[in-house]
Each structure stands twice: as structure tokens, then as C-alpha cells.
């Protein structure tokens, strides 16, 4: 690829492209990045800065990893993609065996999408075709708790928080679903059975009309990066039990070890009935996702009127999708990655403690590896971004939130530069 220089990048940028949650032009003018390797990004000016987002939490094992890059090139000379209606192959197979065998027991099939967000569109869509084909077709609503985010597309967006789930612009357009309150109690908090009286109240008032309660499990990512307590997950859990309905946990954030287990649904020792992967299956290779379910919502989908799930992305299955997500899931289980979120947990908390103290900041928080600092009043970006990025570091906060989740393979060094450039930015 030819070589532009730095100022050029980002002149053509601003002419052509329309970057995620922005106007365009960009009214802050990103960074370009030249190659990136471990830890670090390259950009095109020299600057080197350590990746404390994973890119949106994707790429745990860092970039360039040779073990993946194999993985990629390997299934490269066979194939790099063919359809998946009607044919099949060997690297769809063996990742939907060992997701099936590392997920929370219980669940029996795999439909493989391309992003996080149309993991949970299917989920939904699984959810909804479900009662449909039994015969209860007015169970079409879905419970779902406040501060929470599935993603951007349609369906998607109706389960985002109305008010600061970035959607509200569409809101007169959105299935109407119903919101509880968000949990209170904290992941550490002492549990109180009195956090779960709202949303009983509503599960009586609205349990004959709704398919679904869908959640993110344990850690509420961007609609506030929120922990709470694995108690509320056991409780929803028993919940849905009691008045016969699904379970969908969206797990595309926090899949493949980010909490401290590797998936979050097992601090409550809980198996959903769908569950949605993402982000780092691919270790942050390639955009890919998928939608578990039990083997019963399979059964009663295919054995009723149409008897077919009705969705079919182009490049599901994708082989080298696959391929990479055998790689990186076999990187993970031979790693001691256990080991390593619980020394990034440590080094976050020492880290990021002086925050505590400013006057800027109301709380800090930390789980497994992510790293939380919640101000009083919206962030800055364009003035934290630059003094991070002066100080090595590659962060992108937004509304009241500086925070990071770093890659796995960070050491305590980087861990600590990460927490001072974020501390800096904030005085």
C-alpha cells in the first residue's frame, strides 16, 4: 500500500469517511495508525501508544500475534470464504463443538453472524420465532434493565436505555419493550432480595406479553460500564424460570475471560437460554459473532410452521472467521489468562486509586480487566484524548467515563502508564 503522509491521512479522512458516533467531517481529527504489534499502536507520525481499549475490547492477545496471523494464513490457502447455505466445513464445525464445550452447560446449537449486533438481532429474532411457533404469538415484548446496550441495529436499539442508550432519536420507531431499574447493588455489594421488587412487579403486570428478559451479564458496558451484584443475574434467572420465559444474556463484551471468568454468566453459575458472543472471539481479527441457544429453542423453531430460523447472513461461518477463533480461544485456554486479568485487576486498582481523590471524579471502579473512572460531569474528549496520547496511551472516553480495558498479555509497566496518563488527564 502506497504511503500517504501523516497531514494528507487525515485530510482525505475528513473528505470521504463517516466515522462511528460522529458527524462528518469529524468535528476531532483521529489519529491515524500506521501498524500496530503487542500492545502498541503505530501512527503514522512515529508516536507509539499502548492500546488501553483493546479495540472495544476485541483484541486480547494483542496485535500481530503471530499464532493467529498462522491461524489466518493457514486457512487463507484453502479457502476464505464460502457460502453456508446448503454446504458446510471443517472450521465451522470444530468452533461451534468447542464454544458448545466451554459455554455455560446447557446450551445446543450455534448460529454464526457477523458482528455483536446481529448476535443479539438473532437472539431476538430466535426469542420471538420461538412463541411463534407455538402458538403464542402475542409474546412479542422483552423485559430488559436500564443502563444497558445491545447495539445499533433495529431490535437492538429497543432494549438500549432509552434515555442514555444513544438511541432515543429513533425512539417512535422502536418495538416499545419494558424497563426495570437498573441493579443497585454493587458486584461486591452485600445482597438485598429488595432489589428484585420492580422487576417482579412488572413480570406479574407484563410476564403474557413479553418472549424474553435480555440482559448483559454482570458488567453493563457502554450504556454507563456499570458492575452489579451475580445475585440479581441468579434471581432473573430463576425468574424466568417461574414465569416461562427466555433468557438471553448478551455476552459479545464480556465473552473470553474479561470479567475473571470466562464468561460472565458463570459468576452466577447461570446458562441462559440464548447467548450472544463477539468482539473477542476472534481475538480481534475479523468481525464475527455468534447466538447460542438451548437445544429446545432449536427443537420447537425447526419442528413448527416454517420450521426454519428466518435469517441467513452472507458471510456466516465465515472459514477464516473460524479459523481465527479456534486460534485465539486455544491461545486463551493454554495461556495462564486467569492469572494475568487477576494481576491487571491489581495493577488497575493501584493504579487508578489516586483518582479516588480528585475532584473530578465520583467513583472508580474495577472487575477483572476493566478499569472504570465515572466523573461528575461529561469528559472532555478531545482534552483527555490528547494528554493520554501524550503520554503513550491510547484511551477513547465518552459521556462521564474514562476508562480501559486492556489487552491480557499487559504487563504491570504498561498496566501503570496506562492509570498515570489517565490520572494526568483528569487533574
Known amino acids: 500500500m502506497s504511503s500517504i503522509g501523516h497531514n494528507s491521512l487525515i485530510e482525505r479522512d475528513s473528505a470521504v469517511l463517516w466515522h462511528p458516533y460522529a458527524a462528518a467531517p469529524a468535528p476531532l481529527p483521529p489519529y491515524p495508525v500506521k501498524s500496530a504489534c503487542g500492545t502498541r499502536l503505530t501512527l503514522h507520525d512515529g508516536r507509539r501508544l499502548i492500546d488501553g481499549m483493546s479495540s472495544w475490547w476485541a483484541v486480547i492477545h494483542g496485535y500481530n500475534h503471530p499464532f493467529l496471523n498462522a491461524a489466518i494464513k493457514e486457512q487463507l490457502e484453502d479457502m476464505a470464504h464460502v457460502m453456508f447455505g446448503g454446504?458446510?466445513?471443517?472450521?465451522?464445525?470444530?468452533l461451534a463443538e468447542k464454544l458448545l464445550a466451554i459455554a455455560p452447560p446447557g446450551l445446543g446449537r450455534v448460529f454464526f453472524s457477523d458482528s455483536g449486533s446481529v448476535a443479539v438481532e438473532v437472539a431476538i429474532k430466535m426469542a420471538l420465532q420461538y412463541w411463534i411457533s407455538l402458538g403464542k404469538p402475542l409474546k412479542k415484548r422483552l423485559l430488559t434493565i436500564r443502563h444497558g446496550y445491545h447495539g445499533d441495529t433495529f431490535a437492538t436499539m429497543s432494549v438500549c436505555d432509552p434515555v442514555n442508550g444513544m438511541h432515543h432519536?429513533?425512539?417512535?420507531?422502536?418495538?416499545?419493550?419494558?424497563?426495570?431499574?437498573?441493579?443497585?447493588?454493587?458486584?461486591?455489594?452485600?445482597?438485598?432480595?429488595?432489589?428484585?421488587?420492580?422487576?417482579?412487579?412488572?413480570?406479574?403486570?407484563?410476564?403474557?406479553?413479553?418472549?424474553?428478559?435480555?440482559?448483559?451479564?454482570?458488567?453493563?458496558?457502554?450504556?454507563?460500564?456499570?458492575?452489579?451484584?451475580?445475585?440479581?443475574?441468579s434471581r432473573v434467572r430463576a425468574l424466568?424460570?417461574?414465569?416461562?420465559?427466555?433468557?438471553?444474556?448478551?455476552?459479545?463484551?464480556?465473552?473470553?475471560?474479561?470479567?475473571?471468568?470466562?464468561?460472565?454468566?458463570?459468576?452466577?453459575?447461570?446458562?441462559?437460554?440464548?447467548?450472544?458472543?463477539?468482539?473477542?472471539?476472534?481475538?480481534?481479527?475479523?468481525?464475527?459473532?455468534?447466538?447460542?441457544?438451548?437445544?429446545?429453542?432449536?427443537?420447537?423453531?425447526?419442528?413448527n410452521e416454517p420450521g426454519i430460523l428466518m435469517h441467513g447472513p452472507t458471510f456466516m461461518a465465515n472459514p477464516l472467521a473460524c479459523a481465527v477463533s479456534l486460534a485465539s480461544i486455544k491461545l486463551?485456554?493454554?495461556?495462564?489468562?486467569?492469572?494475568?486479568?487477576?494481576?491487571?485487576?491489581?495493577?488497575?486498582?493501584?493504579?487508578?486509586?489516586?483518582?479516588?481523590?480528585?475532584?473530578?471524579?465520583?467513583?472508580?471502579?474495577?472487575?477483572?480487566?476493566?478499569?472504570?473512572?465515572?466523573?461528575?460531569?461529561?469528559?472532555?474528549v478531545a482534552r483527555v484524548q490528547a494528554r493520554v496520547v501524550a503520554r503513550g496511551v491510547w484511551l477513547r472516553p465518552f459521556a462521564h467515563l474514562c476508562y480501559t480495558m486492556p489487552p491480557f498479555v499487559c504487563t504491570a509497566e504498561e498496566v501503570g502508564q496506562i492509570c498515570a496518563a489517565l490520572y494526568a488527564a483528569l487533574v
Open 87 to 94: 454446504l458446510t466445513h471443517e472450521p465451522a464445525i470444530l
Open 169 to 233: 432519536l429513533f425512539s417512535d420507531l422502536l418495538m416499545p419493550q419494558v424497563f426495570a431499574r437498573a441493579p443497585q447493588i454493587p458486584f461486591a455489594g452485600v445482597w438485598d432480595e429488595s432489589e428484585m421488587d420492580e422487576l417482579k412487579e412488572l413480570l406479574a403486570i407484563h410476564h403474557q406479553e413479553l418472549a424474553a428478559i435480555i440482559l448483559e451479564p454482570i458488567v453493563q458496558g457502554a450504556g454507563g460500564m456499570r458492575f452489579y451484584h451475580p445475585q440479581y443475574l
Open 240 to 303: 424466568c424460570d417461574e414465569y416461562d420465559l427466555l433468557l438471553i444474556a448478551d455476552e459479545v463484551a464480556t465473552g473470553f475471560g474479561r470479567t475473571g471468568e470466562l464468561f460472565a454468566c458463570n459468576h452466577a453459575q447461570v446458562t441462559p437460554d440464548i447467548l450472544c458472543l463477539g468482539k473477542a472471539l476472534t481475538g480481534g481479527y475479523l468481525s464475527f459473532a455468534a447466538t447460542l441457544c438451548k437445544s429446545f429453542v432449536c427443537e420447537v423453531i425447526s419442528q
Open 332 to 380: 486463551l485456554e493454554d495461556s495462564f489468562w486467569q492469572e494475568s486479568v487477576g494481576a491487571i485487576a491489581g495493577w488497575l486498582e493501584s493504579g487508578l486509586a489516586p483518582c479516588r481523590e480528585l475532584p473530578a471524579v465520583r467513583e472508580v471502579r474495577v472487575l477483572g480487566a476493566i478499569g472504570v473512572v465515572e466523573t461528575r460531569e461529561p469528559v472532555d
